[in-house]
């Protein structure tokens, strides 16, 4: 039985076409996840029961001027596919804690820092500022651990940035919808 990752949040919206949706377009890098718009502080809950796999920092100001720290939380179902929770502000479990569908694994963070969103900055992310949009859920699949781009130098925040779609990431719709 799977659960939608955001209890409190009013909207079951999965983008899955244009801003947000996975594999969006956005000219030199491609989305690898989809996002999910809620409020800072929102609660993240688990989709499924799994293992926590991994915690770390997902995006740093030190990376790029317009982010803000967050969070990334992996999370293995009993299939063998790994769900990435990121963009959190917060982390509620850590690895080797065995979740159950609902369970808190954080909470959403402020990705975007739009004081620090110039004219020099992707459209998409301009775009995201101008909409007030700053805080989200950022969820990616993959097939297994072994294929988390997470480490892979052509990843970064969440976007691919090669041609390419590498063959362990899935597109994690479905899991939702
Ligand atoms: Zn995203």
Redesign the pocket.
Known sequence: MRSWPLPSSSHRDVPTSGP?SFWEDRIDRR?????LYAARGSPVASVEDGLVLEVGVFTSPRRTAYWNATFYILVQGQDGRVLNY??LERLAAAPGDQVRTGDLLGQVGQ?LNPEAIGDEAPPYIQRLRDGGCSS?L???LYSSWEDSLLADRSYS???WFAEERPEGLLDPSAILL
Do not use: I, P
């Open positions: 947000g989305h690898c996840g989809v996002d990121a963009e990705v989200m950022h969820l990616e925040g969440g976007n």
